[in-house]
């Protein structure tokens, strides 16, 4: 629902926008010649974006965290690639803490203004430093940790677990969202 929220829904306000108002029709076709065509447009990129996210979360967030690496590694995907994305499940909470901490130290130490926007600028950018540099020594150092107690090349990670009611409920519901999807945007271009 988040995803909704701060990350789709801006974006689809965007495209209908830039289609719909700023270029007035979709790609193909000269400026301005049809803005209903333009926001048709818009419409099928957000409903397939949507889709392609609604899959991949349903996939990814019906696994359990500890069955994800032996999930990716089962679909053949390299052993490093898997590192990545376990380390970014990882990576997550640990940057939420870690924001909340460096917020705590700004404010105890007077550091934070919060007289105007520039300020809220100046407080956020030396809120990031300090965060994104402790987020790539933090995954460094738990890449080494995997590689040295060679959790990857465990037989754990290997071994096939079979699938839940659950997990066929989610792939149901996300096939069902796809091709609801898609039915809207029948009989349009792919792009």
């Not at 994305?85 to 919060?114: C, K, Y």
């Not at 809120?127 to 995997?146: D, I």
Request: hydrophobic share 55%; glycine share 6%.
């Amino acid at each position: 629902m988040k995803f909704v929220l701060w990350i789709w829904a801006p974006l689809a306000a965007w495209m209908f926008i830039v289609w719909g108002l700023v270029v007035g029709a979709p790609p193909g076709l000269a400026l301005h010649t049809s803005t209903v065509e333009g926001v048709a447009y818009a419409a099928r990129i957000s409903l397939r974006l949507l889709a392609m996210v609604g899959l991949l979360q349903s996939c990814l967030l019906s696994i359990k965290p500890e069955q994800l690496a032996a999930g990716l590694l089962s679909l053949r995907i390299p052993r490093h690639l898997a590192l990545v994305v376990l380390n970014v499940f990882v990576l997550g909470p640990e940057i939420s803490n870690r924001l909340d901490q460096v917020l705590t130290a700004r404010i105890a130490r007077g550091l934070m203004r919060r007289n105007s926007r520039v300020s809220a600028v100046r407080n956020a950018a030396s809120t990031m430093v300090p965060l994104v540099a402790w987020g790539f020594r933090s995954a460094h150092a738990r890449a080494e940790n995997w590689q040295q107690r060679g959790i990857l090349l465990s037989p754990q990670l290997t071994a096939s677990v079979p699938p839940s009611i659950a997990d066929w409920f989610y792939v149901v519901a996300a096939v069902c969202f796809s091709a609801t999807c898609l039915f809207l945007a029948k009989g349009h271009q792919p792009w």
